[in-house]
């Protein structure tokens, strides 16, 4: 480990998802996703967004590829479009979409970049949403049967696998609360859904293994949950809320059963999955590999939604354009409480970022210095926890360009480099070039605003 405390061999990478920049949602045998039909319904997006052109990342992969060239990335986490790969959900291949993806990582292999391949980042066939989704146990053979047929054209090509970003927020964000895509609003489906979820990352391990897979890992968000108050009923709904977005997805990856007290809370209210024998075995599979998504923390008090209990309260001090407060020591607090209390071997920050209000300005330059000091605090809390012991092997920002941000649409900016939507160009914000000061030095330079700066792209 360098005296600036990042190992040899550090991965400083950024991170996109398939829905979210690719565009192209109906050409060459892609079929519909649960995106592109969310996406279409009327009051469903800010704007009336749609991911149909997106970045155009499908036709402009070359010229992101080259920009990633030109910040120094060793890394690049991006997501596999499920039903580019396989129309229906199942069966029939489609080989265009899968030479999209051969061509993209050759394109990172030769640029020296790392692939870091996500098989599910929330965009489920249509096709098998309308045999059930998530909720429907068929679908997890389905998921093994679509990591098989990626891993058997890309395992000797990509060296780190992640089966499913986030499948806390999916479940309840797109099945319990009904704002993403299925559009779901039953905290019994979303529960069901995580299950199996679950189930299919860990009936996907030994499938990935067997194809000759990479590193093996799953990426999850963690959220410190943290009081309001001193009250009990306040720390009781922080300790419910931490049990519901963590320890009911860390609990059965790495010890092989639901957290106790959140089952049985649950149970009391019907909700608790339908989980068969060899299940919970199953989901522990052994992986190499933890990536954790850290966006802010949660301050919880006891509340009166259904079905935890609780409510989020806002807390002063700096807010990111979503609303999200800027806490850099809850990202210490996520990955010390992780690697202790779970262990696993090797620890990423799979997703860090921030929406700030970016413009390009009359020179040309998109001078984002919010960003720049938001990333500089987490950098140096992500500093702090290698030299208390964590295994931190990479850390991936949020995101390499703007993008379709979900029921936000184009309205929130999270890349590090500036997206035109009308005319597609791309311009490095300041942000892009701080962060190739870090991947150049392996996290030893903090440079100020005035000194990045590059050729425009």
């Not at 068929?138 to 049967?145: K, L, N, P």
Request: glycine content about 10%; hydrophobic content about 40%.
């Amino acid at each position: 480990m360098s005296d600036d405390g990042f190992p040899a061999g550090f991965l400083w990478g950024a991170a996109t998802a398939a829905y979210q920049i690719e565009g192209a949602w109906a050409e060459e045998g892609r079929g519909p996703s649960i995106w592109d039909t969310f996406s279409h319904l009327p009051g469903r997006i800010a704007a009336g967004d749609t991911g149909d052109v997106a970045c155009d990342h499908y036709h402009r992969w070359r010229e992101d590829v080259a920009i990633m060239r030109e910040l120094g990335l060793n890394a690049y986490r991006f997501s596999v479009s499920w039903s580019r790969v396989l129309p229906e959900g199942t069966g029939r291949v489609n080989q265009r979409g899968l030479d999209f993806y051969r061509q993209l990582v050759e394109a990172l292999l030769e640029a020296a970049i790392e692939p870091a391949l996500t098989l599910y980042h929330w965009d489920l066939p249509q096709a098998l949403q309308d045999r059930g989704g998530w909720r429907n146990r068929e679908t997890v053979g389905a998921f093994v049967e679509y990591a098989g047929v990626v891993a058997d054209a890309l395992a000797d090509r990509v060296p780190m696998w992640i089966t499913h970003n986030e499948p806390s927020l999916h479940a309840s964000v797109g099945h319990a609360l009904g704002v993403y895509a299925p559009g779901l609003t039953d905290w019994g489906t979303s529960f069901q859904a995580a299950h199996h979820l679950l189930l299919s990352h860990g009936l996907a391990v030994p499938a990935l293994r067997a194809a000759g897979a990479g590193k093996i890992g799953i990426t999850l968000v963690l959220e410190p949950a943290e009081p309001a108050s001193d009250e009990a009923a306040d720390r009781e709904a922080a300790e419910r809320y931490e049990q519901y977005l963590n320890g009911w997805y860390l609990d059965p990856i790495f010890r092989g059963r639901y957290p106790e007290s959140l089952w049985s809370w649950l149970a009391a209210r019907e909700l608790t999955p339908v989980v068969e024998d060899g299940d919970l075995a199953a989901i522990a599979a052994p992986i190499d590999f933890l990536g954790a998504n850290y966006y802010h923390r949660r301050v919880t008090a006891a509340g009166a939604d259904e079905p935890l209990l609780l409510s989020e309260i806002d807390v002063p001090g700096e807010v990111t354009e979503m609303g999200w407060e800027v806490c850099p020591r809850a990202l210490y607090d996520v990955l010390t409480t992780v690697a202790r209390e779970y262990r696993p071997a090797e620890l990423f920050v799979t997703e860090n970022g921030a929406a700030f209000r970016d413009v390009v300005d009359p020179d040309g330059r998109v001078r984002d210095a919010r960003r720049i000091a938001y990333l500089s605090a987490h950098v140096d809390a992500a500093r702090s926890a290698l030299r208390d012991g964590v295994p931190l092997r990479g850390y991936f920002v949020w995101s390499l360009l703007d993008n379709f941000q979900w029921a936000q649409g184009y309205s929130k900016r999270f890349g590090v480099v500036h997206v035109d939507y009308e005319t597609q160009r791309r311009t490095v914000k300041d942000s892009g070039w701080f962060w190739r000061e870090l991947a150049r030095t392996n996290g030893a330079q903090h440079p100020g605003v005035a000194s990045v700066g590059g050729s425009a792209s």
